[in-house]
């Protein structure tokens, strides 16, 4: 079983922070699970645009409010509580928060804890890291 505090994990090196978000990740990938598990505030007036190639996402909003758009479609939609949006075809998309938007993350597969998004808002797959360095994390979520 394993338990943690959301409390420590913001304390310690599992809390991520770059520019327009933060995220504590509470279960990684060496946690052995199949996926990794976060928690992400997103920061009002932001614009987080991302594209998970190698990951797929689902999102659940517990607080705040704000937009997201799906860069292929041009769809907008509304991002409040109760919310969940699931990034299932690897969407490229922007969040634009009007808050500070509390999240649930899940991803698979599940993130190392060492990824930083690219230029073009990516994670790398995990073969790609193992011979980078770890880098400062990049401005999105």
């Not at 504590?24 to 060496?30: E, N, S, V």
């Not at 860069?71 to 919310?83: A, K, Q, T």
């Not at 690219?118 to 073969?127: H, N, T």
């Amino acid at each position: 079983m394993i338990i943690r505090n959301l409390d420590k994990i913001r304390k310690s090196d599992r809390n991520v922070r770059s520019n327009g978000w933060a995220s504590a990740r509470m279960l990684l990938k060496d946690d052995g699970m199949g996926f990794s598990f976060h928690v992400t505030t997103m920061f009002a007036g932001s614009e987080l645009k991302m594209h998970y190639q190698n990951h797929l996402e689902a999102v659940f909003v517990l607080k705040g409010t704000g937009t997201i758009e799906d860069l292929d479609s041009g769809e907008i939609h509304r991002l409040e509580p109760g919310v969940m949006y699931a990034l299932d075809k690897h969407d490229r998309h922007i969040v634009r928060p009007e808050t500070d938007i509390l999240t649930a993350c899940a991803f698979n597969p599940p993130v190392t804890g060492k990824e930083v998004h690219d230029a073009s808002g990516a994670y790398p797959a995990e073969a790609d890291m193992a011979s980078e360095p770890a880098r400062e994390a990049a401005p999105a979520a």
